[in-house]
């Protein structure tokens, strides 16, 4: 028999927004090893069209597989919306999970009213998979949905608190809750939204429950290891880091999202596509 459990967490994103979902992979699973993958000469895809997601996030994993791993995580967002099911068919046996079903399962359990807003890029929510995979969940429960796309840029540029992140957190909130006054769960949908959590929270104010996609994940992804017997044991080795474009830009903005810090030089320029 193959002993699989020593291989790899493959982990997708198309940028270094991803991080924030890598950061509590770890966090929960100190002994797994990482590759991390960030598409970040095609970012940002949240403004692409789904079948342009469908065929980045093919390259991706398909770039990941080739290297030999155990399991895949989407930590996009906009990718998880178009790709779960597409890889999931095309890896099969192999585990893939999206941060779309466990987000969306910690925002119903969170939520009492179950009126529940969905921030996102525009394709994740012009592709409704959040608004389905919470209606599935629960029914009777409203869920909205409102693309914030200036939040991404913001995240980048590390205006996350502060004047001018309140004012735009302002114009996104003030709609969504202009529509709906009894939300009472704001599901973060985007790997940029958590780092601008204090905005968010000095906008909605204190009895409005924020819920991050990340950590849901990282417990999804520790039952289903556990499940199928594909815990790694041994001591913690560093994540591989890889990028498309720029590790410089990605060593630089990913320190944020990961929430530590580490040089570009710990990045591997990688191609998905190249000219044969
Ligand atoms: N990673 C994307 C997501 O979670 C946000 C950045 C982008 O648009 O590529 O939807």
């Given at each position: ?20 979902v ?52 989407i930590a996009c967002n906009?990718?998880s ?16 999970i999206g941060v779309i079903e466990p987000g ?85 949908g985007?790997t ?21 996609s990340a950590?849901?994940t ?59």
């Amino acid at each position: 028999m193959i002993d699989n459990n020593g291989l790899p967490i493959g982990v997708f994103d198309s940028g270094v927004g991803g991080l924030t979902v890598l950061r509590a992979l770890r966090q929960r699973l100190p002994n797994e090893h990482f590759i991390y993958l960030g598409d970040t000469a095609r970012l940002p895809y949240g403004t692409k069209s789904g079948d342009s997601v469908l065929r980045y996030s093919i390259q991706a994993a398909e770039f990941l597989v080739n290297q030999g791993i155990k399991y895949l995580v989407i930590a996009c967002n906009t990718a998880s919306s178009v790709a779960v099911e597409p890889l999931r068919q095309r890896f099969a046996p192999m585990p893939v999970i999206g941060v779309i079903e466990p987000g969306s399962m910690a925002g119903c359990a969170a939520s009492k009213s179950g009126h529940i807003a969905v921030l996102a890029t525009e394709g994740t929510v012009r592709g409704g998979a959040y608004q389905r995979a919470i209606t599935r969940l629960k029914p009777d429960a409203k869920a909205s949905a409102q693309a914030c796309s200036l939040f991404v840029a913001l995240a980048e540029e590390g205006w996350t608190d502060g004047a001018i992140a309140e004012a735009i957190a302002h114009r996104y909130i003030d709609e969504l809750f202009g529509n709906d006054p009894r939300i009472d769960t704001l599901l973060l949908g985007c790997t940029h939204f958590p780092v601008l959590a204090d905005a968010l929270r000095a906008v909605i104010g204190p009895t409005v429950t924020i819920v991050d996609s990340a950590d849901t994940t990282a417990r999804a992804v520790e039952a289903e290891l556990l499940d199928r017997g594909l815990l790694r044991s041994g001591n913690p080795l560093p994540p591989i880091l890889q990028a498309t474009d720029s590790p410089e830009r990605f060593a630089r903005v990913g320190s944020r999202f990961l929430g530590e810090s580490f040089d570009a030089g710990r990045v591997e320029l990688v191609d998905l596509a190249p000219s044969t």
